[in-house]
Every structure is written in C-alpha cells, then in structure tokens.
C-alpha cells in the first residue's frame, strides 16, 4: 500500500455511548489523491437505539455475524498509528478511545487534525462548516452518515483546503501563532507619518515588517487616526472576518470624508519604497 500523506477517520455509533461503534471507514490520501479506502460493520456489543439507527440506517439485525471492535482493532491500528490522522470534529477520536477501554485494547497513537478547523479557517465566508454543507459547497459526492462516504468526504476537505490557501498539511498541524507586538517604524522613510492596519496578515508578519521598515506606523485597527489600510488579498485570512470588519470600519471613514487609502499589499513598488495606489472605494 502506498504510504499516505494522512489518513481520515469516520464512526457511527449504535446508542448514546460513543463506545458503540457500528460502522467505521478509514480512508488514505497522498499527493492529493485516495490511495486506500476502508470499511466495516461491526457488532458494537451493546444497545441500538431508534434514534441512531433512523440516522444512519444501521440497526442490529445489520451486524449479525460482523466482527467487533476488538476483532478489526489491529487493521485500525495499522491505518492509524503513527500517521496524521483526519476527522471531522473530534467525536470520532472520543469514540476510538472509549471503544478501546470497553475492548481491553492498547490506544491508538496518531497526530489528529479536526476538519472542521481547517474548513472554518479556509473558508470563513460559510454560514456552518457540517460535512454535508461543505460537501455541497465544494462539489464532493457524499452520503451523509455512511462513515466511509463521510471519512471520504472530510479527506477532500483537506485536499481542497490545501489547494485553496497554499497551506500544506503541516502548516494545518502547526498551533496557532500567538502575536507579536508590531514593529516598530523606522526613523525616516517613504511612509513616514503614514498609520496603518495590515489585514489579512498578523501586525508582526512580513508585510508589517516592510511596511515599517519604510518609516510606517503599525497599527492593531482602524481608528480615528488611521491613514492606510493594507490587505494582504493573496492570504486565505484575508476574507476573514476580523479582516472583513476592519476593512468595513476604513470603507465607513472613506465615505465619511476621511483621508484613508485601502491598498494592496500586491501594489508594484508598496513594499519597497513607493505608497502604492488606491484600490478600495
């Protein structure tokens, strides 16, 4: 099998105990692409109730003779372990522990990624970031609560996640970076006396950097004295919405009779020594 970039994990469940596995899919992803795909009913050794079963459609009579958790434990242990492994909110990784100590089996050491961050992140814009919504929004096929479409699903997530922000697997691995106080502003330069708001980009990251080294003052947000609003619009965090409020509050100063310029951080000759040009109206 080829080794996969990260793996991604599905459950459903028999009743309220996460323990209660009834369907599991696992699903392989490298270079952008499904390398390996699996799935299984399993006898979850416990109760079905109603409410469960009209969910996924999966009720007792449906794992008569399948294996238990504790039987498929080492297959999803040799899909898991060690790698980067994908679920869609953390309920699937509760649901593995809680069956490995109903089960008396070892637990499953794996670096996990919650989809849901990612989608929330890459794509701000959305109303809810559910697996069904994003599935539709982003044109993947999906049948929502079979664990193996669902594992299927969320791995594309990533993959178009990926492709949206030029962030790489390990990028979405690493913690958040908490900010720095921003730079300070060179004695002279081009933008001397210019205050300004980097959105898009934190107040201590590249952009701020240079726009400071050129004598600009880094502000946290638009206020009273802001003169220049800055948008990193090649970031994904761009359309954020601190970034969107921010822009809104200079949009407001602008029709207000404000001198405020909304530029570019993309405008030729802004981050070396020209102001730039006006792009926001």
């Known amino acids: 099998?080829?080794?996969?970039?990260?793996?991604?994990?599905?459950?459903?469940?028999?009743?309220?105990?996460?323990?209660?596995?009834?369907?599991?899919?696992?699903?392989?992803?490298?270079?952008?692409?499904?390398?390996?795909?699996?799935?299984?009913?399993?006898?979850?050794?416990?109760?079905?109730?109603?409410?469960?079963?009209?969910?996924h459609g999966i009720a007792a009579h449906h794992v008569i003779g399948q294996p238990t958790f504790a039987h498929v434990h080492a297959d999803?242990?040799?899909?898991?372990?060690?790698?980067?492994?994908?679920?869609?909110?953390?309920?699937?990784?509760?649901?593995?522990?809680?069956?490995?100590?109903?089960?008396?089996?070892?637990?499953?050491?794996?670096?996990?990624?919650?989809?849901?961050?990612?989608?929330?992140?890459?794509?701000?814009?959305?109303?809810?970031?559910?697996?069904g919504g994003l599935a539709r929004y982003l044109g993947i096929a999906h049948r929502h609560h079979d664990a193996l479409s669902d594992a299927r699903a969320a791995g594309w997530v990533i993959v178009k996640a990926i492709d949206h922000t030029g962030l790489s697997l390990a990028d979405w691995l690493a913690p958040p970076r908490k900010p720095q106080p921003p730079p300070r502003a060179a004695p002279a330069g081009p933008l001397k006396g210019e205050r300004i708001v980097v959105v898009g980009e934190a107040r201590d990251g590249a952009i701020a950097q240079a726009l400071a080294a050129q004598g600009g003052t880094i502000m946290s947000a638009v206020g009273l004295t802001t003169t220049m609003v800055v948008v990193a619009d090649h970031l994904p965090d761009a359309r954020a919405?601190?970034?969107?409020?921010?822009?809104?509050?200079?949009?407001?100063?602008?029709?207000?009779?404000?001198a405020i310029r909304i530029v570019s951080a993309r405008t030729p000759g802004l981050l070396d020594d020209d102001a730039g040009a006006i792009v926001g109206g």
């Open 1 to 55: 099998m080829t080794t996969p970039d990260f793996v991604v994990v599905d459950v459903e469940t028999a009743c309220s105990r996460v323990s209660s596995i009834c369907q599991i899919g696992i699903v392989g992803f490298r270079d952008g692409r499904e390398v390996f795909a699996y799935e299984t009913l399993l006898d979850p050794c416990d109760d079905f109730h109603a409410m469960n079963t009209r969910i």
């Open 76 to 131: 999803i242990d040799r899909h898991l372990t060690g790698r980067v492994t994908v679920a869609h909110s953390y309920f699937d990784k509760g649901a593995l522990a809680a069956a490995c100590r109903v089960h008396d089996r070892a637990m499953i050491e794996t670096v996990w990624l919650d989809s849901v961050r990612v989608a929330k992140r890459a794509w701000p814009d959305l109303p809810n970031h559910k697996l």
């Open 241 to 258: 919405p601190r970034a969107r409020a921010e822009m809104d509050k200079a949009a407001a100063a602008r029709r207000a009779g404000r």
